[in-house]
């Protein structure tokens, strides 16, 4: 299992979180499993952007962004640690 620590969010989150994820899980897929209900307008087919989230810590844990993620992301408000639906856990560290 891997934990995923959500920050406070006003709208999402307020008082944060932390969770679990079973492998091979999308963050996305894991913050919709525990009841944090980010926006995925396209059903996490990597074609909107709406679920994208900043990864503060854990960023080389991920597998790498496929081109599609990549030019979506390049659209997207946020930073060059955002990550969108199709970012799974790569490497065996045992947190993100």
Do not use: F, Y
């Amino acid at each position: 299992m891997t934990t995923i620590k959500i920050l406070p969010h006003a709208e999402l989150c307020p008082e944060g979180k932390t969770i679990t994820a079973s492998p091979g899980t999308s963050v996305c897929e894991a913050l919709l499993e525990n009841g944090v209900a980010i926006e995925h307008a396209c059903d996490m087919s990597c074609a909107c952007t709406t679920c994208h989230v900043i990864v503060r810590q854990g960023l080389n844990s991920l597998g790498e962004a496929d081109e599609a993620e990549d030019d979506l992301l390049d659209r997207a408000w946020g930073s060059p640690r955002s990550r969108g639906c199709r970012a799974r856990r790569s490497s065996p560290r045992p947190t993100w």
